[in-house]
């Protein structure tokens, strides 16, 4: 029995799973949400096939392929669908649509499954991604929340869920704070093709022409770079700039890198990156206090000569509405996002 016609993005909504056929490698960069990974081939067994491919000949490749993609077939029957009904409709996909999930289907179509195949693979998919984040960025109506470095900006975003606004943490989506010490412990970064995934579902789950509160970004998070067209609204929209005293954000700060008290070894690491931009006199006394745990000192002066001119770079042709916080208390914030949340309902 050979296997349908495959199918196009629309059939993911009706499909009863979406199965991975790529490898666990393959996966872990990218995949398409809600789907679950049953490899045609492992990460060492597609490495050997491309091998044979390279060095042998392609039919040594597609019969030691063959035989591999037919054991973990089984083992998957076994192991992960044996309490599929007769009627069970998953969607496979693999990079291109090609011979992985095209022999994963008609494999489960011999079984008396209704498997389908999705046209073009994860490319399928990357490309409906980029589309959504192009066409679906124009008409976001984004409200920015600026401000130096240690303004509480993503407290304040947390602080605008609690109060029932719409809310895009790129930060969170990107697990990195922004900042040349924005690294967040324990967390690496996702791919950027993940990155751009999870960007999109935001925008595609957001009420049309409702408000969506989102922090100022440069074009770089960290190893992440937004797309183009969502780049170009977020610096074309309105917003409100924090006006935090500096005491308040050395505190803030200074509890945000608290983990750098433990092990500088990160901290060293990210001050190298700024040779660069300071003079050899800084980055050693910042050197020193960052040995030392005097953090206080380094937050102080890293805001003085570097974060605060940068920031104030960045303002000088986006002038901004700007909102006096007199600290970043929790009941601060929360009275905050109560009344942009109001003001944003209102429509003023």
Same mark, same amino acid.
């Given at each position: 029995?050979?296997?349908?016609?495959?199918?196009?993005?629309a059939?993911?909504?009706e499909?009863?799973?979406v199965?991975?056929?790529?490898?666990?490698?393959?996966?872990?960069?990218?995949?398409?949400p809600?789907?679950?990974?049953?490899?045609?081939?492992?990460?060492g067994?597609?490495?050997?096939?491309?091998?044979?491919?390279k060095?042998?000949?392609?039919?040594?490749?597609?019969?030691?392929?063959?035989a591999l993609?037919?054991?973990?077939?089984?083992?998957?029957?076994?192991?992960?669908?044996?309490?599929?009904?007769?009627?069970?409709?998953?969607?496979?996909?693999?990079?291109?649509?090609?011979?992985?999930?095209?022999?994963?289907?008609?494999?489960?179509?011999?079984?008396?499954?209704?498997?389908?195949?999705?046209?073009?693979?994860?490319?399928?998919?990357?490309?409906?991604?980029?589309?959504?984040?192009?066409?679906?960025?124009?008409?976001?109506?984004?409200?920015?929340?600026?401000?130096?470095?240690?303004?509480?900006?993503? *407290?304040?975003?947390h602080?605008?869920? @609690?109060?029932g606004?719409?809310? &895009?943490?790129? +930060?969170? %989506? #990107?697990r =990195?704070?922004g900042?040349?010490?924005?690294?967040?412990?324990?967390?690496?970064q996702?791919?950027?093709?993940?990155?751009?995934?999870?960007?999109?579902?935001?925008?595609?789950?957001h009420?049309?022409?409702?408000?969506?509160?989102?922090?100022?970004?440069s074009?770089?998070?960290?190893?992440?770079?937004?797309?183009?067209?969502?780049?170009?609204?977020?610096?074309?929209s309105?917003?409100?700039?924090?006006?935090?005293p500096?005491v308040?954000?050395?505190?803030?700060?200074?509890?945000?890198?608290?983990?750098?008290?433990?092990?500088p070894?990160?901290?060293?690491?990210?001050?190298?990156s700024?040779?660069?931009?300071?003079s050899?006199?800084?980055l050693s *006394?910042?050197?020193?206090?960052?040995? @030392?745990?005097?953090l206080?000192? &380094?937050?102080? +002066?890293? %805001? #003085?000569? =570097?974060?605060?001119p940068?920031?104030?770079?960045?303002?000088?042709?986006a002038?901004?509405?700007?909102?006096?916080?007199?600290?970043?208390?929790?009941?601060?914030?929360?009275?905050?996002?109560?009344a942009?949340?109001?003001?944003g309902?209102?429509?003023?």
């Amino acid at each position: 029995m050979s296997a349908p016609r495959p199918v196009g993005i629309a059939a993911l909504a009706e499909a009863d799973a979406v199965i991975d056929a790529r490898s666990p490698a393959e996966h872990a960069l990218d995949h398409i949400p809600g789907a679950h990974n049953a490899p045609a081939l492992y990460d060492g067994e597609r490495e050997r096939v491309g091998t044979l491919y390279k060095q042998v000949g392609a039919f040594e490749a597609r019969r030691v392929g063959g035989a591999l993609m037919a054991a973990n077939l089984a083992r998957h029957a076994e192991r992960r669908w044996a309490d599929k009904p007769a009627n069970w409709r998953p969607l496979v996909y693999c990079w291109r649509g090609g011979m992985r999930s095209g022999a994963m289907v008609t494999w489960m179509r011999l079984v008396g499954w209704q498997a389908l195949q999705l046209e073009g693979g994860y490319k399928t998919w990357r490309r409906h991604v980029m589309e959504r984040i192009e066409t679906l960025s124009p008409q976001l109506d984004l409200r920015v929340i600026a401000g130096p470095t240690g303004s509480g900006k993503t *407290r304040l975003l947390h602080a605008l869920v @609690a109060a029932g606004a719409q809310v &895009l943490d790129l +930060e969170g %989506l #990107a697990r =990195h704070k922004g900042s040349v010490l924005g690294g967040v412990p324990g967390a690496p970064q996702p791919a950027q093709t993940a990155f751009e995934t999870q960007l999109a579902q935001v925008l595609m789950r957001h009420p049309p022409g409702a408000p969506l509160w989102v922090e100022a970004e440069s074009r770089r998070i960290g190893r992440i770079t937004l797309p183009t067209p969502f780049w170009e609204r977020l610096r074309a929209s309105p917003g409100i700039a924090l006006d935090v005293p500096r005491v308040a954000r050395i505190g803030f700060l200074r509890e945000d890198y608290a983990h750098f008290g433990q092990d500088p070894a990160p901290l060293l690491a990210a001050l190298e990156s700024l040779h660069r931009v300071q003079s050899r006199e800084n980055l050693s *006394r910042w050197r020193g206090w960052a040995m @030392a745990g005097e953090l206080d000192w &380094l937050v102080e +002066e890293l %805001l #003085a000569l =570097h974060y605060d001119p940068l920031y104030a770079r960045s303002q000088a042709t986006a002038p901004r509405m700007s909102v006096a916080l007199p600290d970043l208390s929790a009941h601060t914030l929360a009275a905050t996002a109560q009344a942009l949340t109001d003001a944003g309902a209102s429509g003023s």
